[in-house]
T-cell receptor
Framework: ETGVTQTPRHLVMGMTNKKSLKCEQH?????MYWYKQSAKKPLELMFV???????ENNSVPSRFSPECPNSSHLFLHLHTLQPEDSALYLC??????????????FGQGTRLTVV | KNEVEQSPQNLTAQEGEFITINCSYS?????LHWLQQHPGGGIVSLFM???GKKKHGRLIATINIQEKHSSLHITASHPRDSAVYIC?????????????FGEGTQLTVNP
């Protein structure tokens, strides 16, 4: 248990569906991250929020829409996804994005399958 | 070519063996991380280091900044060590806690 909780753990959705992934941390962290992990590829950073403000969007397609209502919660809204979007989506948090010495804590991930 | 390269990609060992996983990087860094990912998907941070050597139980991590190389060693390996081990770096040019990851090393320890 790392203190970062993701729900759901598994999700199967059709290409026309709309769904949301949720991430929650109560570690008092101010930075939250979405990563995508596809088979046989390194983790790819998608979005970063620091103190509720989006600070990075790593050229992510608009069918992925993040939301950070407060420092403890992060959502990833999904719509009209493609089969190639099937992957493990990991959330992480750290004290402050600007601090390179802060350790990142990861959630268990959501295994997404788009059919 | 990835900025962070790990070797080997896959490693199978017998219980009790000494294991080494290597990580080379081609960018300036402020810190290097070793992470462990179990089959369920969750990732746990093992080490964060910028110089020298750190030890935690049976795990040892070393880094050589001049050679841009780090190693993760596991002594007296055990089947429960089976996991994917990921090397990641904080790049100087991007600053902050943003990480760049290697592809990971799949370790299987057989009883």
């Amino acid at each position: 248990e790392t203190g970062v909780t993701q729900t759901p753990r598994h999700l199967v959705m059709g290409m026309t569906n709309k769904k949301s992934l949720k991430c929650e941390q109560h570690l008092g962290h101010n930075a939250m991250y979405w990563y995508k992990q596809s088979a046989k590829k390194p983790l790819e950073l998608m979005f970063v929020y620091n103190f509720k403000e989006q600070t990075e969007n790593n050229s992510v397609p608009s069918r992925f829409s993040p939301e950070c209502p407060n420092s403890s919660h992060l959502f990833l809204h999904l719509h009209t996804l493609q089969p190639e979007d099937s992957a493990l989506y990991l959330c992480a948090s750290s004290q402050d994005q600007r601090d390179p010495w802060t350790e990142a804590f990861f959630g268990q991930g959501t295994r997404l399958t788009v059919v | 070519k990835n900025e962070v390269e790990q070797s080997p990609q896959n490693l199978t060992a017998q219980e009790g063996e000494f294991i080494t996983i290597n990580c080379s990087y081609s960018v300036g860094i402020s810190a290097l991380h070793w992470l462990q990912q179990h089959p369920g998907g969750g990732i746990v941070s093992l080490f964060m280091l910028s110089s020298g050597k750190k030890k935690h139980g049976r795990l040892i991590a070393t880094i050589n900044i001049q050679e841009k190389h780090s190693s993760l060693h596991i002594t007296a390996s055990h089947p429960r060590d089976s996991a994917v081990y990921i090397c990641a770096v904080n790049r100087l040019e991007t600053s902050g806690s943003r990480l760049t990851f290697g592809e990971g090393t799949q370790l299987t320890v057989n009883p």
